[in-house]
């Protein structure tokens, strides 16, 4: 134990040592807009790489059953080249300066990225320029970027992690938007046109939909230049945020699907609050709690699973959940049940409480070491927060939880479990598993 608490603190102590000496040179994020599109800046001259993302808001709400996938559709073709910078081109550039556009998709937005070196960015730029505003549309590159999307979209249920989570948001999200799969379902990508991609960018491709994050060694007066003769050019559209509704679940779950395998596989989904909330920091500090505690009730002293897991995401509509595979399901769950009850009914103690806040922070710490981990940082606190600048309090907001705030949100918000189970059905006693 000593030694674990010895290692702790030297990890701690290292990524303390790392974060004081980046904010000792790096700047402070600033922001600025280029008709209608807001742009955030944060200049880190420490390091030669420069991230740049560019952010489509609105999610699910710029699709239907229908569309489901179109935008990493769209950025996926994006990638294979453009129509001043053809794939064979595009990806000469690319391959000879080392840099990488890449993208992804959530329930609230899409983005495309780039990542450069500083003395290639001029190169890079107008070629990111043109792949996202021009995107060639090739019949080779939709069929290419269309079968990747369908194979994977098919090897989800091969893969029972993949299976689990797909299942458990189809029931969280049960006639909410977020139902909507941002990936895209088969059926959807099947049929999507190339005429349906071109007009979905040109509604899209608003200024005042979009979202800029640039960390890098790059000045303002550089980046407000070439912004205003590239994406400023764009209409600006009058893009506002919809009205969420937040998932309010009035009873706990189960669905169990029947699957021949050597375990069971185990998530439940609770609703938990988003970035925006004061709770949104107590809640992640309890779901860290709460996932040490599972590891070492549930593997350490009773080896009934070898990863029995918390987590918490960080979306509009927000929820957390955990998760276990064992071949002993109802007394597994009895446990990760008493485990959440116990936070909610014993106020854990104040050297614990500084220790999982010291574990947590270096995470955090480690998390944003590279360019890229902070703009999307900064974005995420922009989008799904209450803007960028609540990235400067994050740390500040974590230290100033205790033990009473980690015993209200546990109240609060661990209840009415969506729980979904593949596996052996006569193994669940589903009292058990709506306990909670």
């Given at each position: 134990?000593?030694?674990?608490?010895?290692?702790?603190l030297?990890?701690?102590f290292l990524?303390?040592?790392?974060?004081?000496?980046f904010?000792?040179?790096a700047q402070s994020?600033?922001?600025?807009?280029?008709?209608?599109?807001?742009?955030?800046?944060?200049?880190?001259?420490?390091?030669d790489i420069i991230?740049?993302?560019?952010?489509l808001r609105?999610?699910?709400?710029?699709?239907?059953?229908?569309?489901?996938?179109?935008?990493?559709?769209?950025f996926?073709?994006a990638?294979?080249?453009?129509?001043?910078?053809?794939?064979?081109?595009?990806?000469?550039?690319?391959?000879?300066?080392?840099?990488?556009?890449?993208?992804s998709?959530?329930?609230?937005?899409?983005?495309?990225s780039l990542?450069c070196l500083?003395?290639?960015?001029?190169?890079?730029?107008?070629?990111?320029?043109?792949?996202?505003?021009?995107?060639?549309?090739?019949?080779?590159?939709v069929n290419?970027?269309?079968k990747t999307?369908?194979?994977?979209?098919?090897?989800?249920?091969?893969?029972?992690?993949?299976?689990?989570r797909e299942?458990?948001?189809?029931?969280?999200?049960?006639?909410?938007?977020y139902r909507?799969?941002?990936?895209?379902?088969?059926?959807?990508v099947?049929s999507?046109r190339?005429e349906?991609?071109?007009?979905?960018?040109?509604?899209?491709?608003?200024?005042?939909?979009?979202?800029?994050?640039v960390?890098?060694n790059?000045?303002?007066?550089?980046?407000?230049?070439?912004?205003?003769?590239?994406?400023g050019l764009?209409p600006?559209?009058?893009?506002?945020?919809?009205m969420?509704l937040?998932?309010?679940?009035?009873s706990?779950?189960?669905k169990?699907?029947e699957?021949?395998?050597?375990?069971?596989y185990?998530?439940g989904?609770?609703?938990?609050?988003?970035?925006a909330?004061?709770?949104?920091?107590?809640?992640?500090v309890?779901i860290?709690?709460?996932?040490?505690?599972?590891?070492?009730?549930?593997?350490?002293?009773?080896?009934?699973?070898?990863?029995?897991?918390?987590?918490?995401?960080n979306?509009?509509?927000?929820?957390?959940?955990?998760?276990?595979?064992?071949?002993q399901p109802?007394?597994?769950?009895?446990?990760?049940?008493?485990e959440?009850?116990?936070?909610?009914t014993?106020?854990?103690?104040?050297?614990?409480?500084k220790?999982r806040?010291?574990?947590?922070?270096?995470?955090y710490?480690m998390?944003?070491?590279?360019?890229?981990?902070?703009a999307e940082?900064?974005?995420?606190?922009?989008?799904?927060g209450?803007?960028?600048?609540?990235a400067?309090s994050?740390?500040?907001?974590?230290?100033?939880?205790?033990?009473?705030?980690?015993?209200?949100?546990?109240?609060?918000?661990?209840r009415?479990?969506q729980?979904?189970?593949?596996?052996?059905?006569?193994?669940?006693?589903?009292?058990?598993f709506t306990s909670?």
């Amino acid at each position: 134990m000593r030694t674990y608490r010895i290692l702790t603190l030297a990890v701690v102590f290292l990524a303390l040592l790392v974060l004081c000496t980046f904010n000792a040179v790096a700047q402070s994020p600033e922001e600025f807009s280029v008709n209608g599109l807001k742009v955030v800046l944060k200049t880190n001259p420490t390091n030669d790489i420069i991230s740049v993302k560019l952010y489509l808001r609105g999610g699910v709400f710029n699709i239907n059953d229908s569309t489901q996938g179109i935008e990493p559709l769209i950025f996926g073709i994006a990638e294979k080249g453009s129509k001043k910078y053809p794939k064979e081109k595009l990806f000469q550039i690319l391959d000879r300066t080392a840099a990488s556009i890449t993208h992804s998709s959530t329930h609230d937005y899409s983005s495309i990225s780039l990542r450069c070196l500083k003395h290639q960015f001029d190169e890079l730029w107008d070629v990111f320029i043109d792949v996202v505003m021009n995107p060639a549309f090739t019949e080779e590159d939709v069929n290419l970027v269309r079968k990747t999307m369908l194979v994977n979209i098919r090897q989800r249920k091969d893969n029972p992690d993949s299976y689990l989570r797909e299942l458990s948001n189809d029931l969280f999200y049960q006639g909410h938007a977020y139902r909507l799969n941002p990936d895209g379902v088969e059926s959807s990508v099947s049929s999507i046109r190339v005429e349906q991609m071109k007009s979905h960018l040109s509604e899209h491709l608003k200024t005042s939909k979009l979202l800029l994050v640039v960390v890098g060694n790059i000045s303002k007066e550089v980046l407000a230049e070439k912004v205003k003769t590239s994406f400023g050019l764009l209409p600006k559209g009058d893009y506002s945020v919809p009205m969420i509704l937040l998932v309010q679940h009035s009873s706990a779950a189960v669905k169990v699907v029947e699957q021949q395998m050597p375990t069971n596989y185990i998530r439940g989904s609770f609703s938990v609050p988003n970035q925006a909330d004061p709770d949104y920091y107590a809640m992640r500090v309890a779901i860290n709690i709460l996932g040490y505690r599972l590891f070492e009730e549930v593997r350490t002293k009773r080896n009934l699973s070898y990863a029995p897991n918390s987590r918490m995401g960080n979306e509009l509509v927000n929820q957390a959940f955990i998760y276990v595979t064992t071949v002993q399901p109802d007394t597994t769950i009895k446990v990760m049940f008493a485990e959440m009850k116990k936070l909610q009914t014993e106020p854990i103690s104040a050297k614990v409480l500084k220790d999982r806040i010291a574990l947590f922070l270096t995470d955090y710490y480690m998390g944003n070491e590279t360019n890229s981990a902070q703009a999307e940082f900064l974005a995420n606190c922009e989008i799904v927060g209450k803007g960028w600048k609540t990235a400067e309090s994050f740390i500040e907001n974590i230290h100033h939880i205790t033990a009473a705030d980690i015993q209200r949100v546990a109240n609060k918000y661990f209840r009415n479990l969506q729980m979904v189970v593949i596996g052996d059905p006569k193994l669940i006693d589903k009292t058990i598993f709506t306990s909670m």
